[in-house]
């Protein structure tokens, strides 16, 4: 499956984004799926996991209340709504699919993932 992310930019502090990964080559809802950033001279970290069938959600502790993953399995797109957003969440953002069903530890597990996308930069400025 090929994963393509959108939806990075530049936004101030507070602001709001709305990341998006498009699906392809497979069948998009037989995937779970997660949302991981990297900042410079960081880990790639777990930001946001979600059931093949959007039944459960998954967060990290710091983007709870903030960060919403969704998924339209009709149009192969997964989705990362992001508000109030803060300086520390700067990075770039990647997609990921998954064939496991499993929980949270799965999902915020890298070596977990079968497929990533290229990632999309996300800059909040204070």
């Known amino acids: 499956v090929q994963l393509q992310a959108s939806g990075g930019g530049l936004v101030q502090a507070g602001g709001s984004l709305r990341l998006s990964c498009l699906a392809s080559g497979s069948t998009h809802s037989s995937y779970s799926m997660g949302w991981f950033r990297q900042a410079p001279g960081k880990e790639r970290e777990f930001v946001a996991g979600?059931?093949?069938?959007?039944?459960?959600?998954y967060y990290e502790d710091s983007v709870k209340g903030r960060f919403t993953i969704s998924r339209d399995n009709a149009k192969n797109t997964v989705s990362l709504q992001m508000n109030s957003l803060k300086a520390e969440d700067s990075a770039v953002y990647y997609c990921a699919a998954a064939l496991f069903r499993g929980y949270y530890s799965d999902y915020s597990t890298p070596a977990r993932y079968d497929y990533w996308g290229q990632g999309t930069q996300v800059t909040v400025s204070s």
């Open positions: 979600i059931r093949w069938n959007g039944g459960n959600t």
